[in-house]
């Protein structure tokens, strides 16, 4: 299903230069040419700390989105954007990150932006000609966790409903992603990871798989499971036993599921999946700063050896990185690669 055994990836985002944050809170400074030098700096800074980590897949570290999928917001119609999150102060948590009324009918005339932000990394990247050939990846928000920061009404009376109304918006995404040659699309549903155990997870199957059908075939369609990531906090129960066995039937090439923040539980999961599908196996912690070295990368390795075969193991961090400091992604990226390089050597593959 893919091209080489013990893949490396990463699952999107990768942490903002503090030069960019600092313009990104200052933008009525600057003028469009300049943020359009900014947005295309940020993207070199990206591709260039996972190009000299030796990834096997890089994005363009979703520099030019605010958050994961909090910019997608900013295309859509129909909703009444709330600048001011509830709450502002006190220790971090998921209620500070704010929900934006429903007004109309759902609608994203222009797209979602990914197109634009994947066309932005090919320019790039045809621009620095690297000496190695990595796939060029996007990641898209899935309609079931883009639902999340939106407050239903009288037309869309719950979440599924808004899921419902998403679905096409997202799928055309996906369709026009793949006619720009996107050969690499993830469709990240970490809500559905999330909220298993208290909803139908057949039901979120369903969504999922009616959302990617008509791109599947056509790309490597993935998908990021995880439980929560905003400012390192977790949002929903630390157990993958409620997804399965419903999602095993997710119409996707690439099921990412977190692991090393979890000390490795439920790992024999893991051996289901790759009967089905390949399985990208989170095996650097990002909400921790203690940097793994190869060494501990390469015994990760190993003990996902004993639950699923060479040809069907990817390997990345937990989730995006984002939310870790530049300086230790680096090094964890690093570390993952070397890792995996020592586990290649013993098994004698490239």
Known sequence: MKEQPLRTTVIGSYPFPGWLEFASQNLERFGAADIAEAQDDAVITALHDQLAAGLDVVTDGEQTRLDFNLSFYGYMEGIALESVSPRRFGPAAHDQRGRHPVTGELRAPRGLGVVEEFQRLQRIFGAVKPATSPTLKASVPGPYTLSGRLVPNAQYPDRWALTKALLPIVRTELENLVKAGCAEISVDEPSMSCYAHKEDPRRFVDVFNRTVETVAGRTRVCTHLCFGNYKARAVGPRRLAPMFPAFLDFKCDEMHVEMASREFAEL????????????AVGIVDVKSYYIETP???????????????????????????????????RQKLASLVEGVKLVRKELGVR
């Open 295 to 329: 060494r501990d990368i390469a015994d990760r390795v190993r003990l996902c050896l004993e639950h699923a075969p060479a040809d069907r193991l990817v390997f990345a961090p937990d989730c995006g990185l984002s939310q870790t400091a530049r300086w230790a992604a």
């Open 268 to 279: 024999e999961l893991i051996g289901p999946i790759a009967r089905r599908m390949d399985v």
